[in-house]
């Protein structure tokens, strides 16, 4: 995909206010439906990303496993 996506500003946003590196937002059933974002101030991150969502992805699961 090129150009700007329906959520970037939302995650630059976010970028800005955190103070952060980077910025990962997934939004689902949203005002303009579903989408993905993602803002980068470094590269590595970018590079990294699936591993990173990895790692999300494991601990969200493991949370919840927990609960249960």
Known sequence: MT??????AICTKA???AQ???ALLII???KH??????TFTDQKYARNL??????VADQIEHDASARN
């Open 15 to 17: 970028v800005e206010d």
């Open 3 to 8: 150009g700007p996506g329906k959520y970037d």
């Open 28 to 30: 689902l059933d949203g």
């Open 50 to 55: 699936p591993a990173i969502l990895r790692q």
């Open 33 to 38: 439906g579903h989408g993905f974002s993602a």
């Open 20 to 22: 952060a590196q980077c």
